[in-house]
């Protein structure tokens, strides 16, 4: 990890979740993935910039909807599926939003545009199921699903679906996916993202 500079304040992924509102393991997901930079003390502590937790927060701010169009949602779907779309083809978004419209139960749906979004969506949302695109500028599908299913990073069981137009051939050329990840050929297979998205709403209401 490159060494920090002598003047900026140093924080733990402690105080660096706090100050970001996220749990410590969204932070040290952010740091593993990139998204977040750090450095290692001679004892082995993870210490981040004050700089660089500054930045993410005013990134992260224009990227995560406002906390009153959150809080409204929530209000009104409280048992609601929480379903994050990531692709910066704004045919994904768009699409799976007027497919979600026909469903018979409540979705509460949100957008990012490339993993590093992504990345921060989920920390933030906590989402119940995500569909992505795999080719997108910035950090692509494949690095944030590698990241997101990475043992000990706090999300093995969330819920995947990849939508691609890349073969299994080109998937496996670029290191695969993981274990545990949904993997539709497009164009969008609304039915089985249905499927799927019904089976999760059903074991949600079976434990609530």
Known sequence: MRKTPANDEL???????????????????????GVLPAWRTAGGHRRIARSAVDKLMAERSQVISPP??????????????????????????????????????????????????????????????????????????????????QPGSGYEDLCLIVVTALSKDDIAGRGGLPEGTWVFRKPLPFAEIETIARRLQAAQAAKA
């Open 11 to 33: 924080m733990t992924t402690r105080e660096a979740g706090e100050a970001l509102g996220v749990a410590v393991r969204t932070v040290q997901l952010w740091v593993e993935s």
């Open 68 to 149: 009153a169009a959150r809080n409204e949602a929530s209000a009104s779907q409280v048992s609601a599926l929480r379903l994050l779309v990531i692709g910066d083809d704004a045919d994904l978004p768009n699409f799976l939003s007027m497919a979600v419209e026909g469903w018979d139960f409540p979705v509460e749906i949100r957008t990012a545009v490339n993993g590093f979004e992504g990345l921060l969506r989920i920390g933030q949302l906590h989402p119940d199921m995500v569909v992505t695109d795999l080719n997108m500028t910035g950090m692509d599908g494949l690095q944030m699903v590698r990241s997101l299913k």
